[in-house]
Every structure is written in structure tokens, then in C-alpha cells.
């Protein structure tokens, strides 16, 4: 086809965002059980985007399912979701979702380099079935729409009535004649949109023909019609006017009222007037189809123009990682350089002056190069709302999904290898957490809803994703039982409840009986678990009977940025995560308060807290003895909170987290709270301190 | 393809018998500690430096002198010397290594040269002088001197 891969990776780049994009308009129409005008429109262009560009790039199945929607959104967008009766609404979103999962499904195909399907007819009719209900609703409230379509076809307006352009949502209507003979009468009127666009918002107005960007067709229209803007407010026409004047080649204007219109009885052919948009869209519509290499063209700008994540680009994580090197060594470089030791006695104020700049300007660059691999963990999140969604139809329990520190940024390949658990988890707590009967839930005294909760916060270097739900939580009785059939548990042992969640965890088990479509295919949490400790991180379950679960997924970040506080002990430096820091104070000996064995406190506020002296920790030499020679550092993580005491602050620094070599960490050296390292500007390894397992350690 | 493939069985014949010539002789490096000559096959050599800014490391045997920062990648460095229960006595040598994969890198006193070793030449240990890293000891062709051969693997295996 000749077709460059460039334009195939914008082009399926360009899906992906709408589809996402789509996926969310839908889910919140959906809570908000109807689509607001914003919506409609938003999802008409969608559409219209995937139409043209799927057309150019030649994938006929996408393009005419995206049609078929368009046309049934222009409908919906002229006669607003009023015109949809309630009991059809769910109808209409499954079809929207269906559609969804249809385009995926090609882009994956393409993505694959397979052929898309040509075999859509049953989608189509399904779709078009749909529309035209919506359309039968509308020929039994007007039966002179349909019949005005007809003659439509030939001219498109053949009646020349000003109020037949007219619109009951914006009544303020203003219709405009280019000069005669202008030509490319349809982009001109493009262009007399845009410049109303610096006097009126833009949602203040819209116009007629609405497809002029698009449809060549429609200049014809206008020729013999005008074109008409529309404005909610008669001050807006106003403001619009002066647009209206500086455009050239308009040849003349006239201002209409359309509620004025309507109540004049001058109209021969009123009662299909206030249907005529509607009966427009059908044969405008028609006309796109015929003329795919045009429109095609013409829809390609309009999709560049509109698209609100153009700017984005897609790069190999290999690169980000070349990339990360260089400035490390750059950094360090300039390190040498600014302290080298042949400078020592001069003064060079020039270079001293460069040299901080230049200071600057590195780490300004090493902060760039760091975001870049780091990307929220919204992306999965998201994609949990729609399995919720569909699951709590498919089930028939109602559930909200809560998401929580969805901008938590996280390595890349985190992400990615996170994705499935989460999955997994949150199909679990829908099959066989969520109680089936909302009676049950009643009688239990819950809320008749479900909720599941999905969070991700990071601590230390760490991070925490956490999947509560409120529903039956995990019967031990039903679990052991289990464990015991399949040869896990030993009969007759007394197992801990948290050793019976630990069941939970183990290959080849499966508490439901029946394999569901969700859950349960033979597989089960100890493919997330394997997943989750091939990333080096823990999965752990706590659950109460009746009240719900909670999974646990605690990942350490193989990269992720931390703010920290460097502080040095001897000649060691360590870094403690800011998160974790309360409070950081002097004090004095007399301050400190001795327990029986030797153990010291300090009394902060109203409380007792112990003290950890760091360098009597971790065995180092030549450090503050004297509390008044050091700082004490009030830290807390989780409920553990103590004092760690140390020799100087150094300072506060973002850094990357970076674990240890496995040489390393094999020396157990996690379970002593040094959980990675980091690698300070000047090229230095600091350490990283995890204040929870000092605490554990240390009691 | 058929073509091809018969190209390439050609190739690794070729190669078999290149390496077979060659098996017998390989490069080492020698280096010294505590006044032992210790040599390495260069195959995980990756560097050398003089000297190296070690961050120690706490809560970990003595022997591991700590983890140096290596453009950007965090290494750990073995005390060679005090692996082998010997007191440093000099400021050391860094050889980085990469063994299989994995970067380590031991201090040891100096570092001496290259030299080739035929593999004939290679004795093993008697069993009372045996130690986990040497799997092998051998006369420097044209020396006088004594090398144990150091078993770099065992170094990896040893944290395991």
C-alpha cells in the first residue's frame, strides 16, 4: 500500500488515546445514566476521527462501524439524549462498549499484522437496528420528518426557510452569504467559524451545516442557502457580527430569531420545520461514504487539529535507559571537572560563575531525564473501571470502584508487570468477594452497593497497592476445607488464620467450585503471586469474615524518584525518605530518658518515643556519641514511630531509587532497613534507609 | 536456506576446530594478594582501576569492602584479601568482573600482567592446601614463579 510506518504507528497511537478516551466519556455517561451534550459531541468527533482516519489507512471494517455510530450520534446530538427513553439508555451504552471492544480488537489485529475482519454485518445490523429505534421514536412523535427526507435528498433545502436552520437550543441564528462565485464556499465558512471563535465560546454557538469542514458537498448548500450560526444569546450574535463584517467575501448577513419563527404562523410547512436537522442527517451522511478519498483527507487535519495528545510520543525504554546513563556520567563529569583538584588555590571567578551554572543546568537535566521513565499508574487503574463495570452487569452486583493515588508515578516496567495481578485481584474480590444478593449485603448491614477500593500510594521504596473490598471476605473454615482436599493443608492440624489466607496464595488453588468467565480458570492468586515476586515484590492477604479483603501488593520501585534527606553518620551517608520524616530537632542529653536495659527515649509532645542510634545500628565508627553533638530525626512509617539519631544533616535531594545488587541484598541486609541505594550528584552512593524495618528490627 | 543452514554448520565446524587449537592455550591475568600470585581467566575481566571511591556497606560480612558507583550501575567490591583471611596491607587495586552477566569487583594488591597459559600446564591442588576459589594452580611459562587459578564463578556463588 505504500503506506508509511510512521503514519501506521500515528495512526494506531491516535486509537489507542481515543479508545481510552472513549472508554472514560462512557463509563462516567454511563454512572450519570445518560451522555451530556459535551459528551455526544465529544463521542460524534471521536468517531468521526476514527472514520476518516481509519478510512485513509484503508481498514473498511473500522471506518463503517465508526460511520454507522457517527450517524447515530448525530441523530442523538440533534434531538439531545431527552429523545432516548430511560429503558433504552443501557441498551445504547452496551452498544457504545461493544463498539469499543470491536475497534480494539482490530487495532490489535492490525497491531499484529493481521488482516482486520471483513465480517461485521451482524455488529452493523445490530447498531443500525438501534439507531433506527431511536429514529421510529422519533417518526411517532413527527411523522412529517421522514417524509421530508425524501425530497431533502434532491435539494437540500428546497424551501429556502430561514427557520428550518433555526435551533431550539441555540435560537439566535444568523445566516450568512458568501460572495457569489467565491468558490470553496464550505471552508470559507470554516473559516468565518474559527474567527467567531475569538468573539463567542465555543460553546456558546454552533452552525449549519455542521459537516462543513468535512463535506465539499455542503458548499453547494451553502451557495443556495447560506450558512447559518447559531448563538445561545442574542449578545453573542452581536459580539459575533464584528467577525462576521472582517471576514471577506461575505457578501451579505441577516439576523433570525428562531423562537420568533416558530410562533409566526407565516411558515407553510411548520410542524416539519422544528424536525428538519434530523432529516438533514440522512443525506448528508450518504454523501461521506461516497467520496472516501476526499473526505478522508479532509478529516485528516480536522483529527490533527482536535487531537489533545498529539504531543505525545512514544520511545523505547532502551533509549530512556541509554539516555539515564549519559547524565549520570555527564553529572559526574562535571563533578571532576568544577572540583578538580588542579584549580585548588586559584581564583578564577569566571570559571567559578560558569561552573555553577553549569551545576545547575546538569541537574536540571539529570531531573528531565528521570521523569521521563516514570509514568503514573493511572493507566492501569482506569482500565479497572471497565472490568468492574462489566463485571457488575455480568453478575448482577452493583459495585463502585474507588481508585486512590492514581498519579503515584511508577517505573515503566512496573506498570506493566503490575496490570494483570491488579487485574486479577479486582475480578476476585468481583466473583467471589461481592456478595451475589444485595439482600445479603442488606441483612449484613452494608451498603446494598460493593465497593472495591484500588490504591497505590508509595512509602520509602516502595510501592503500595492496596485492593480492599467490602464483601463476604474468606471463610477459613471453607478455605482449609479446600486445602485440605487438594492436598495443601494436613487434616486435623491447627492452622493460624493468616496461615489459612496463605492457602489462598498456593498453586492450584481455586475456591469456587464452578469456573467462571472471570475467575477461576484453574489459575488463581498464586499466578499473581509468582507475578508480583517476579518483580521482586510481596503479595499478602488480611481478610475479617463478613466484612471484606484486602490484598496487598508491596513492589519495590527497581527505579523511581524519592525525596530525600541526605544525612551522614561517620563517614557514611544515608538517605531517609522524606515521607517518612515528622519532625527533625536537637537535643541535648539531659533530654534522653534511660529504660532498664539501656534502651533511650525522648519525650516529644505528649508521647514516649525510642531512640535509634544510627551509628550504633549499622556498627559505625566515628560517629556523635552526645546527643548535642548530632540531630535526631522524628520518623514514622505506618504506626511505628522512634527517633533515629545521626551526625549532620546534609541536605535535601531527590534521587533515584536503586536496589542493591543481589550480591548484596542476599546478606539479608533488607531486614536491617536498607532497602536500596541512590547515586548522589557528585557520583557518591548514598543509602537508602526504610524506617519500618529499622523499627522491626530494632524490637 | 537449506544453503544457508549448510553455511552456517561450515561456520561452527570451522569455529570448533579454531577454538580446538586454541583450547589449549588461554589468557590470564595475574594479579597479587598478600603476596600470592592469583590468575583469572580474562575472560571476566571487564576493567582495572587504581583506585576506586568504595561506599561501604553495613550489616554485611567484612569481606565485602562495599558497592562502588559504576557509570551510573551499582556494584559490589570483595575484599579479596580478607576473603582469603589476609590483612590488606596495601592501597588496592579494583578488577571489575563479569561473570556471567553479573558485574563484582575484587581489591587485590597489584595487578601484575597477561600472560598465556596452556591448559596442560595446569595442575590441581593437593588436597590439603584446597580452597573453594582456586580450582587450579600453575608455573608462569618462562617463570619461576607459582599462580593459583582463581575460580571467578565461585565468587558469585558464594553469597548464594
Given amino acids: ?699 | 536456506m537449506s544453503e544457508e543452514l549448510f553455511q552456517r554448520d561450515a561456520d561452527i565446524e570451522n569455529a570448533l576446530s579454531d577454538k580446538a587449537h586454541e583450547q589449549d592455550e588461554a589468557k590470564y591475568l595475574i594479579f597479587r594478594s598478600s603476596n600470592i600470585l592469583y590468575a583469572m581467566s580474562t575472560d571476566y575481566v571487564s576493567e582495572i582501576f587504581t583506585s576506586v571511591d568504595i561506599t561501604r556497606v553495613p550489616m554485611v560480612p567484612e569481606y565485602i569492602a562495599g558497592v562502588i558507583n559504576l557509570r551510573g550501575a551499582v556494584v559490589p567490591i570483595i575484599d579479596f584479601r580478607l576473603l582469603l583471611g589476609r590483612w590488606p596491607e596495601e592501597d588496592p587495586c579494583a578488577i571489575i568482573l563479569d561473570i556471567e552477566g553479573t558485574s563484582i569487583g575484587i581489591l587485590v594488591d597489584t595487578v601484575d600482567r597477561m600472560v598465556d597459559i596452556s591448559k596442560s600446564a595446569i595442575l590441581p591442588v593437593p588436597a590439603q592446601n584446597e580452597h573453594p576459589m582456586v580450582n587450579g594452580m600453575c608455573t608462569i611459562p618462562g617463570g619461576t614463579s607459582t599462580v593459583m587459578l582463581l575460580d571467578a564463578p565461585a565468587l558469585i556463588r558464594m553469597s548464594e
Avoid at chain 1, 94 to 115: A, V, W
Wanted: hydrophobic letters at 40%.
Fill in chain 1, 1 to 699: 500500500m505504500g503506506m508509511g510506518n510512521d503514519m501506521m504507528e500515528a495512526y494506531l497511537f491516535e486509537m489507542h488515546s481515543m479508545l481510552e478516551q472513549l472508554d472514560d466519556l462512557i463509563l462516567s455517561s454511563e454512572q450519570a445514566k445518560t451522555f451530556s451534550q459535551e459528551a455526544v459531541n465529544e463521542i460524534f468527533r471521536i468517531m468521526h476521527t476514527i472514520k476518516g482516519s481509519s478510512a485513509m489507512m484503508e481498514f473498511n471494517s473500522l471506518m463503517t462501524i465508526a460511520h454507522r455510530i457517527e450517524d447515530m450520534f448525530f441523530v442523538i446530538r440533534e434531538k439531545t439524549m431527552d429523545a432516548i427513553p430511560d429503558n433504552m439508555r443501557p441498551e445504547l451504552f452496551d452498544l457504545i462498549f461493544e463498539s469499543i471492544d470491536f475497534f480494539r480488537s482490530e487495532i490489535e489485529k492490525i497491531e499484529n499484522g493481521e488482516p482486520p475482519t471483513n465480517d461485521i454485518d451482524t455488529f452493523l445490523n445490530k447498531i443500525n437496528t438501534f439507531a433506527n429505534k431511536i429514529s421510529g421514536e422519533e417518526s411517532e412523535e413527527a411523522p412529517a420528518a421522514e417524509e421530508t427526507a425524501a425530497p431533502e435528498e434532491t435539494g437540500a433545502a428546497a424551501s429556502g426557510e430561514l427557520m428550518a436552520y433555526g435551533s431550539a437550543d441555540f435560537p439566535y441564528g444568523l445566516q450568512v452569504f458568501f460572495d457569489e462565485g467565491a468558490g470553496m464556499e464550505n471552508l470559507r465558512a470554516m473559516m468565518l467559524v474559527n474567527a467567531v471563535k475569538d468573539f463567542v465560546e465555543e460553546t456558546q454557538y454552533d452552525f449549519y451545516p455542521s459537516d462543513v469542514q468535512l463535506n465539499p458537498e455542503t458548499a453547494n448548500f451553502i451557495v443556495d442557502n447560506g450558512f447559518f450560526l447559531r448563538f445561545k444569546t442574542e449578545g453573542d450574535r452581536t459580539e459575533a457580527l464584528s467577525a462576521v463584517r472582517e471576514t471577506g467575501s461575505v457578501r451579505e448577513y441577516q439576523p433570525f430569531d428562531y423562537s420568533a419563527a416558530a410562533a409566526a404562523p407565516v411558515v407553510e410547512d411548520a410542524p416539519a420545520v422544528e424536525k428538519d436537522p434530523v432529516a438533514e442527517a440522512a443525506p448528508v451522511a450518504p454523501a461521506v461514504t461516497e467520496m472516501p478519498a476526499q473526505q478522508s483527507a479532509a478529516a485528516q487535519p480536522s483529527a490533527k487539529q482536535q487531537h489533545v495528545k498529539e504531543s505525545l510520543i512514544s520511545v523505547s525504554l532502551s533509549k530512556l535507559d541509554a539516555l539515564m546513563a549519559v547524565v549520570s556520567e555527564i553529572v559526574i563529569t562535571e563533578a571532576q571537572v568544577t572540583a578538580s583538584p588542579d584549580l585548588k588555590g586559584l581564583k578564577l571567578d569566571n570559571f567559578t560563575k560558569a561552573a555553577r551554572q553549569l551545576r545547575s543546568l546538569t541537574d536540571n537535566l539529570q531531573d528531565v531525564a528521570m521523569s521521563l521513565r516514570m509514568v503514573p499508574v493511572s493507566g492501569t487503574f482506569q482500565k479497572m473501571k471497565r472490568i468492574v463495570r462489566d463485571m457488575s452487569k455480568k453478575l448482577d452486583r452493583e459495585t463502585n470502584l474507588i481508585l486512590e493515588g492514581e498519579d503515584t508515578e511508577v517505573d515503566k516496567t512496573i506498570v506493566d508487570s503490575i496490570s494483570d495481578p491488579i487485574m486479577h485481584i479486582v475480578r476476585n474480590s468481583m466473583d467471589h468477594g461481592i456478595e451475589e444478593r444485595k439482600d445479603d449485603r442488606i441483612a449484613a448491614g452494608k451498603d446494598p452497593v460493593g465497593t472495591i477500593v484500588l490504591s497505590a500510594r508509595q512509602t520509602g521504596s516502595e510501592v503500595i497497592i492496596e485492593i480492599v473490598d467490602d464483601g463476604r471476605g474468606v471463610d477459613d473454615q471453607a478455605v482449609l476445607n479446600k486445602a485440605i482436599r487438594q492436598g495443601l493443608a494436613t487434616p486435623g492440624v491447627e492452622y493460624a488464620h493468616k496461615d489459612i489466607l496463605n492457602f489462598l496464595l498456593m498453586p492450584g488453588f481455586s475456591t469456587n467450585t464452578e469456573v467462571t468467565e472471570y475467575s477461576g480458570r484453574g489459575v488463581g492468586m498464586d499466578v499473581v503471586k509468582s507475578n508480583v515476586e517476579n518483580c521482586g515484590g510481596t503479595v499478602s492477604i488480611t481478610s475479617t469474615l463478613g466484612k471484606g479483603m484486602t490484598t496487598t501488593l508491596k513492589i519495590p520501585l527497581t527505579m523511581a524518584i524519592m525525596d530525600g534527606m541526605e544525612v551522614s553518620v561517620g563517614e557514611s551517608i544515608f538517605t531517609v525518605p522524606i515521607s517518612n520524616i515528622r519532625q527533625i530537632f536537637k537535643a541535648s542529653d539531659m533530654h534522653i530518658i534511660q529504660d532498664e536495659t539501656h534502651g533511650e527515649m525522648i519525650k516529644i509532645v505528649d508521647n514516649f518515643y525510642s531512640i535509634v542510634r544510627a551509628n550504633r545500628f549499622y556498627n559505625i565508627d566515628n560517629a556523635a556519641e552526645t546527643f548535642d553533638d548530632g540531630v535526631l530525626l522524628w520518623v514514622e512509617s505506618g504506626d511505628n514511630s522512634f527517633c533515629l539519631f545521626v551526625d549532620k544533616l546534609i541536605g535535601e535531594q531527590q534521587v533515584v531509587v536503586k536496589p542493591f545488587p543481589e550480591y548484596i541484598n542476599n546478606f539479608g541486609i533488607k531486614n536491617s532497613g536498607i532497602s536500596g541505594c541512590t547515586i548522589l550528584g557528585d557520583g557518591s552512593i548514598s543509602i537508602i534507609l526504610d524506617v519500618a524495618n529499622i523499627y522491626t528490627a530494632q524490637s
